[in-house]
């Protein structure tokens, strides 16, 4: 009996350990909020403001776990936000601007040191404006992180953001984040066990 529940316990862990090491897949995500003072960013998710007011834009690096020199990655911007600028950490070297332009534009964005890539990373502070354009009653509209210059991905672009590793120069691939401006309700109603057993039947 105590072999048997050893066995059951060892594959719980090392599923357990699958489970974690999946979720740490590096990525670039786009979040409405932010409290620089403890590297913490929040809200992926928005509703539709009045519009002409000003909406800041946080990219940041997650679960990279390494040192980054730098990354390179694009944006596209959904009509309910108007792109006026952006910002980058201090003591960066930044070419070209985030907005995707199709699949043709990106930025890059080098670091004089290299940056802890083992918490959250802030790679780019962007301006917005809120449009007309933003009506939550015609559903969702995204904000997709991409590769730099994905149009022409294998021909100097690529599809995914690209971080390059300290001190090895290697260029690593992550994942780009969608955020979403009118989520849309989550559908909810009461039911009972049965119920819910009863649609599997």
Same mark, same amino acid.
């Given at each position: ?38 590297? !913490?960013?929040? $809200?992926?998710? /928005?509703?539709? #403001? ?7 834009? @946080?990219?940041?690096?997650? *679960? ?67 449009? !007309?354009?933003? $009506?939550?009653? /015609?559903?969702? #509209? ?7 210059? @994905?149009?022409?991905?294998? *021909? ?46």
């Amino acid at each position: 009996m105590k072999k048997a529940l050893a066995g059951v316990l060892v594959a719980s862990l090392v599923g357990l350990m699958a489970v974690a090491a999946t979720a740490q897949v590096p990525n670039i995500q786009t979040y409405f909020n932010a409290n620089l003072a403890y590297n !913490s960013f929040s $809200d992926t998710q /928005a509703d539709c #403001q009045s519009p002409g007011t000003n909406q800041e834009l @946080y990219v940041v690096m997650n *679960n990279w776990n390494m040192f980054i020199q730098g990354v390179e990655f694009s944006v596209d911007y959904p009509g309910a936000l108007f792109h006026t600028g952006e910002s980058a950490p201090l003591n960066t070297l930044v070419i070209g601007s985030s907005p995707s332009l199709g699949g043709t534009g990106g930025i890059a964005i080098a670091w004089n040191l290299p940056q802890n890539g083992f918490s959250p990373l802030l790679a780019l502070t962007v301006h917005t404006i809120w449009t !007309s354009a933003c $009506d939550c009653n /015609a559903g969702p #509209q995204a904000i997709v992180v991409r590769g730099y210059n @994905y149009a022409n991905a294998g *021909n100097g672009g690529n599809t995914d953001p690209v971080a390059v590793q300290w001190p090895s120069y290697a260029e690593i691939s992550g994942v780009g984040m969608t955020s979403l401006i009118c989520p849309g309700p989550v559908a909810t109603e009461q039911s009972t066990w049965g119920g819910v057993k009863a649609l599997y039947r």
